[in-house]
């Protein structure tokens, strides 16, 4: 079983920089990307960025993207978000999951995504104004 790891939230001023980290245990065959997502407080859930473990492709939505950068580490089996410029709007949970959004076409595993397993806790990241 994989089981991924989320840490490195906190709480950060506004225009603050965070670096979360997701760590990878076991292995999978399967694994073809890694997806950042969030959670704002009474909103759903989205997926902000995507990273395939094959080539280290790397895509962000568009209000994250030049703030967020998604990287590997494949040496420490860990895949960082480097959030930097940060609003309050960023406020959230952070997870990661063994696989990106939907919206991210191949880089989307159904299994993965429906499976509780392959999804971290998730880490609080908090932005005061």
């Known amino acids: 079983q994989v089981q991924p790891v989320e840490s490195g939230g906190g709480l950060v001023q506004s225009g603050g920089s965070l670096r979360l980290s997701c760590l990878i245990s076991?292995?999978?065959?399967?694994?073809?990307?890694v997806g950042w997502y969030r959670q704002p407080p009474g909103k759903e859930r989205e997926g902000i960025s995507c990273?395939?473990?094959?080539?280290?492709?790397?895509y962000h939505l568009d209000y994250v993207k030049g703030r967020f950068t998604v990287s590997r580490d494949s040496a420490k089996n860990t895949v960082y978000l480097q959030m930097n410029s940060l609003k309050p709007d960023d406020t959230a949970v952070y997870y990661c999951?063994?696989?990106?959004?939907?919206?991210?076409?191949?880089?989307?595993?159904?299994?993965?995504?429906?499976?509780?397993?392959?999804w971290g806790h998730g880490t609080q990241v908090t932005v005061s104004s």
């Open positions: 999951a063994l696989t990106c959004s939907p919206r991210y076409g191949k880089y989307y595993n159904h299994d993965y995504y429906h499976n509780n397993d392959y």
């Open positions: 076991g292995f999978t065959l399967d694994l073809k990307s």
């Open positions: 990273i395939s473990t094959s080539d280290g492709s790397t």
